[in-house]
């Protein structure tokens, strides 16, 4: 399958703070990319879905301020978590799509947490 | 309401030995569906997807089944292998429209012990 690298794995910053997760598209072209948010012993829960291109369209309760989501390239995503606050503290996974109809691949995950 | 339940909730069997999880769905109607290994604070990986008029679909030691009448579909893993410790999620892709958001099951947790 396709590669989508999703960086930094695990990040650790204070209250306060921002922090920026990257996810890439290695070998294709990433027409939509998919934020998603997974509590420990839960389903992931989707976030955000940005199309290259376009403000990104956010989930219901999703905080669009508090979590920026920008897809300037067909490659690349980032989510910024700003003003982190401990309830942040959650594993990040980020999925790339081409065309509508094809699968969609994940990145490893990015474990956030905010002392 | 879409929902997809997943049984066992977590499973532990002995290396070598063979495995089958549950997964019951209410979506409808469906594009496709999906399982997917997660390891340990890891992303999912795809193990099978199959569209509704497939029964059946192998990749490897993990076969997936579908029944759509009945709505259930199973990942039968044989022998084991101490490397599929993992979460096992089944995900359903409503059909068509603009809701294209997957739904998720919350996976079974299986355990493979020497």
């Known amino acids: 399958g396709a590669v989508v690298s999703q960086h930094p794995s695990r990040v650790i910053c204070k209250s306060g703070t921002s922090v920026k997760i990257e996810c890439r598209s290695l070998d294709f072209q990433a027409t939509t990319m998919f934020w998603y948010r997974q509590f420990p012993k839960k389903s992931l829960m989707l976030m955000a879905t940005s199309n290259e291109g376009s403000k990104a369209t956010y989930e219901q309760g999703v905080e669009k301020d508090k979590f920026l989501i920008n897809h300037a390239s067909l490659t690349l995503s980032t989510l910024t978590v700003t003003s982190a606050h401990p309830e942040d503290s959650s594993f990040y996974i980020c999925?790339?799509?081409?065309?509508?109809?094809?699968?969609?691949?994940f990145g490893q995950g990015t474990r956030l947490t905010v002392v | 309401k879409n929902q997809v339940e997943q049984s066992p909730q977590s499973l532990i069997i002995l290396e070598g030995k063979n495995c089958t999880l549950q997964?019951?769905?209410?979506?409808?109607?469906?594009?496709?569906l999906r399982w997917y290994k997660q390891d340990t604070g890891r992303g999912p990986v795809s193990l099978t997807i199959m569209t509704f008029s497939e029964n059946t679909k192998s990749n490897g030691r993990y076969t997936a089944t579908l029944d759509a009448d009945t709505k259930q579909s199973s990942l039968h893993i044989t022998a084991s292998q101490l490397s599929d410790s993992a979460s096992y999620i089944c995900v359903v892709s409503p059909n068509a429209g603009n809701n294209r958001k997957l739904i998720w099951g919350l996976g079974t947790s299986l355990a493979v012990n020497p």
């Open positions: 997964c019951n769905y209410t979506v409808s109607p469906f594009s496709n």
């Open positions: 999925s790339a799509r081409g065309q509508v109809d094809t699968e969609a691949f």
